[in-house]
């Protein structure tokens, strides 16, 4: 099941939640330069905590989190090729995944229409 | 010294400083008190967050004193509020005797670096003195990284009348126009302000049209925001802060004064 939030994608597979990139955000943000995780020593995300630093062509932003969350992983891939997060592939342009999510808070989020892929 | 002494002082010392600003400068004449000020305001402007010596920061303290001060400066007493706790307020931020300025910078958050150049974050950071550049610059070292747009930054307000400056990048609006994010970013830089002007126990703000110049948002979509943002946070955090929306333009001025429901 996918879902949105904060301009972001949050994909459930069992127990992790993926928040990736959506088309709107990558078109709003330009071409990315640089990515730094924010607190990469801390292992729990509250809502609205900061995921990540980033700066594109057309904005310096922070990533917030729509949800809360345990990481159980982070994408270092964008450190050193930033750009991955312009790709249009899932695979590619994910960002953190997550664990412990409540439920509730995942459902009450907007759904998004599923596409014949 | 009187004001034009100090500018040759200060022009001299900015010109023999030798940090790369001298060329940029050179199509500027150094006749009238009137091109003295240009060219002082445009070195400072140019000029890289270096330290400067005492006795430049005096003479350039008291030069902005006077200068600042040759204006009506106006308070909180001055105006009457449109309701409790808004205040609207069409003027030059810089000659606002508040306790909190806001200034629309950019991502960079050393001030703008164009000589002269009409923008609030230029006439912000040339009547407060050099001082501004140097503390926006250590804000932004001790960060690691430029500025995000929709968070807020605190520094004193060194020469200006008020007490503070709170520097906030809005979003920047391109040639696609203005999507929901920009619009969520707009109203986040207004609420980053008001919470660090609490949580630094202030009691008035005032507000420039953040975005609007430079960023290119409408005019007329940021004022809604703006008021709309500013409004939900005080009733929210049942914040006691007097809120000044200060317009520059005859355009903001009829748009404030509409959404706010005023009379022309």
Known sequence: ?117 | MDQEARLDYLIDYLLEENIDTKEKMDQYERGTAQEKLALFRGLCNVRPPEPVTDQFTRVQDAFLTQWNNARTLTALNDLEAIEPQLYLWQGDITSLAVDVIVNAANSDFIGCTKANHDCIDNMIHTRAGVALRLACDAVIKAQGRREPMGKAKITKAYNLPSDYVIHTVGPYIDGRGVSLLKEKLLASSYRSCLALADEHQQKTIAFCCISTGEFNFPNGRAAEIAIQTVKAYLSDTRSALNVIFNVFKDEDLHIYRAILGMKE
């Open chain 1, 1 to 117: 099941m996918k879902k949105r939030g904060e301009y972001l994608f949050i994909e459930k597979n069992g127990d992790d939640f993926t928040i990736s990139m959506t088309p709107e955000l990558q078109d709003d943000i330009g071409t990315v330069g640089f990515v730094e995780y924010a607190d990469a020593d801390t292992d729990t995300l509250e809502v609205g905590d900061t995921i990540l630093n980033l700066e594109a062509s057309k904005t310096v932003l922070e990533l917030a989190s729509p949800l809360a969350g345990k990481v159980v992983e982070r994408n270092e891939a964008l450190i050193s090729e930033p750009t991955l997060l312009n790709s249009a592939k899932p695979e590619e342009n994910w960002v953190i995944k997550l664990t412990d999510v409540d439920e509730d808070a995942f459902n009450k989020l907007e759904g998004v229409t599923r596409y014949i892929s």
